[in-house]
């Protein structure tokens, strides 16, 4: 039994840093993917919302005959219009508010313009 050699199970240093590295890689590519898919839905939410909201007050005003105030009170009120409560901006929170001349949702109108 003297030419026999012992051998152990396991992962060499070298192997390990090539795992490691990999995944380094695979994680380099796949966070920015789901930050921008992030971005992508609260832009589309805050859209979605502000599309509900104009078609709410337009409702609101041919219903009563008046325009809903500008902080949208009136309409969070009713729980007609929406039962779980007003939406509010997904990128700020704030609540949505009213142009008091054209009866539209302001502010959110772009990109970088998020703040009601």
Partial sequence: MA???ITRGGFSLVE????????????????PRVSV????AKKKSCNH???EINITVE????S???????DLSDVASDANYFPNGLPTCPFSGA??????TTH?????????????
């Fill in 3 to 5: 030419g026999r050699r």
């Fill in 95 to 100: 609540a949505y508010r009213l142009d008091p």
């Fill in 64 to 70: 009563n005959g008046s325009w809903p105030a500008n």
């Fill in 16 to 31: 390990l840093l090539a795992v490691v590295t990999i995944l380094a890689l695979l994680a380099a590519l796949i966070l």
């Fill in 37 to 40: 898919d992030n971005d992508t």
């Fill in 49 to 51: 919302n502000r599309t």
């Fill in 104 to 116: 539209r949702v302001i502010g959110h109108n772009g990109d970088s313009d998020h703040s009601p």
């Fill in 59 to 62: 409702q609101y005003y041919l």
